[in-house]
């Protein structure tokens, strides 16, 4: 209630300075509705879900320190970036991780198709299974 309350004080400050042509004090009260949404917002989104923060991994306004990663074992990576390098990490551990999100999900792929690849063996078009990835 009482940011709501800011932010009807501001309106009525807007309009008010608006017609008495004041351009100072217009552009102070168009501040202080904006700080009183900005107020009604951090009190609103957290109790809908928009903006919860999770306790076990709070906000923080920096990066974290990295660790190093495992060496890539894929043969098609090229490690143009030498190891010490930390954007070469960064590249290394961000190539990694799109990679097993990559599995992940093509393994979930795979799940959901069995039912319409056992339809296709039954019918019996063997052109129209793709051959399966070792």
Not at 8 to 13: K, N, R
């Amino acid at each position: 209630g009482a940011e709501a309350a800011i932010v009807a004080g501001g309106l009525w400050v807007a309009f008010t300075t608006w017609r008495a042509r004041l351009p100072k004090m217009h552009a102070f009260s168009l501040l202080v509705i904006l700080v009183g949404l900005g107020l009604i917002a951090v009190e609103v989104l957290p109790r809908t879900g928009y903006a919860s923060v999770d306790p076990k991994h709070p906000p923080v306004f920096w990066c974290p320190e990295s660790r190093t990663p495992a060496p890539s074992t894929n043969p098609q990576t090229t490690d143009a970036l030498p190891a010490t390098d930390l954007v070469g990490q960064r590249v290394r551990f961000a190539t990694q991780s799109m990679q097993s999100r990559w599995q992940e999900s093509s393994g979930e792929l795979l799940k959901q198709f069995r039912p319409q690849r056992a339809v296709l063996k039954r019918i019996a078009h063997p052109g129209l299974l793709s051959k399966p990835n070792p």
